[in-house]
């Protein structure tokens, strides 16, 4: 049995060691590998050895904080936080002393950043008092995961003590989401223009979705320089209208990772994988979310308690797979 792998991939794979970056039709070439092919582990072998080299085994956790819980009237497809689900009938806002006890937990427990979402209706000017609340009372980074906002929007999220913006142009933007592509792109300049660090997570992947619009969005996060851009995989919430697609597995999900982490070269300060998972830790990826409050993948209206994983369950991933949460973060 010969271990050699095809010269064409190899080729691509020293390309993507060198974190020059790949084009898209080497992308291309790596989504279409076959699963379980000595090539398919390669590929991960590549992307898995170019992040313990740049982010110095760094292990990230960004600490997910869903500020509310909603029947959004936004009714993205793949949300549970909708009118469309049925799912939740009443707002939740959770307590000021709810969030801050999550957050001196995030902070004892040494996550690298907080990640406030919201959902679509939710008030922003509440979202900046809550941020300066938690400015006040503890150290760790804060990330706003919000609807698309203006520059003077921008500025008053610095301002409130914010570093940065989750925000993702979804797969399917425009066809299972009410959302403009152009208008989520011109957040992103928005970010960039105030000051803010953009963050960044090709989702959320289900079977439907084709190579191409994949790669697209990865190659997106390149050209606008995102902090960190991994990958995400769709979680069907139960009923969700989704669920006639199925889900992605988790070895495809590192493949994602590993081909996405290839294209992002020497950009990225970090590479996130989500819902946590170990296969992707050995694929490129270092930054997993832990969770709680209201998520979009849940049923339940504190995640916690439901799908979401703990900072204890996240750091235990990290080290098993040899990846160093204590560290500082390379991200801020
Ligand atoms: S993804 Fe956000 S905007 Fe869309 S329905 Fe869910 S909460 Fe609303």
């Known amino acids: 049995m010969s271990w050699k792998i095809d010269s064409d ?35 991960l072998a590549t992307a898995d050895s170019i992040s313990r080299r740049s982010f110095g085994n760094k292990g990230e ?15 993205c497809s793949f949300c549970s936080l909708t009118v469309k689900s049925g799912i939740f009938t009443e707002d939740i806002v959770f307590t000021e002393d709810q969030i801050l006890a999550w957050a001196e937990q995030a902070e004892t427990g040494k996550a690298d ?28 980074p804060l990330v706003a995961n919000t609807r698309d906002i203006t520059h003077k929007e921008g500025e008053a999220l610095l301002e409130a003590g914010f570093v ?4 993702a ?26 000051g803010l660090q953009w963050m960044n997570c090709v989702e959320p992947v289900g079977p439907e979705h084709s190579h191409e619009e994949i790669i697209d969005l990865m190659f997106l996060a390149r050209r606008y320089g995102a902090t960190y851009s991994g ?20 070895r495809e999900l590192a493949r994602l990772v ?35 409050g209201s998520s979009p993948r849940d049923g339940k209206a504190d995640t916690s308690q439901g ?12 080290t098993e797979m040899e990846w160093n949460p204590d560290k500082p973060s390379n991200c801020f």
């Open 307 to 318: 799908r979401g994983h703990s900072l204890e369950q996240c750091r235990r991933l990290l």
């Open 113 to 140: 950043a907080l990640n406030l979402m919201t959902t679509g209706n939710f008030p922003f000017e509440r979202l900046l008092e809550i941020g300066k609340m938690l400015k006040k009372n503890v150290s760790v």
């Open 61 to 75: 956790n960004h600490f997910h904080i869903g500020l509310n819980v909603a029947p959004c009237p936004m009714n």
């Open 9 to 43: 991939i190899a080729e691509i794979l020293k390309k993507g060691a060198c974190l020059e970056g790949i084009s898209r039709r080497e992308a291309l070439r790596l989504l279409k590998l076959e699963p379980g092919s000595r090539e398919f582990y390669a590929l």
């Open 169 to 194: 142009i979804r797969l399917g933007e425009g066809r299972d989401t009410p959302f403009k592509r152009e208008k989520r792109i011109a957040t992103i300049k928005v970010l960039k223009d105030v």
């Open 164 to 167: 940065g913006a989750y925000h």
């Open 258 to 292: 590993a081909v996405s982490r290839l294209v992002m070269g020497d950009i990225p300060k970090a590479h996130c994988t989500h819902e946590p998972n170990t296969a992707s830790l050995m694929a490129g990826a270092n930054l997993l979310f832990p969770e709680v």
């Open 231 to 250: 990958v995400m995989r769709r979680i069907n919430f139960p009923q969700s209208p989704m669920e006639r697609y199925g889900m992605i597995s988790e």
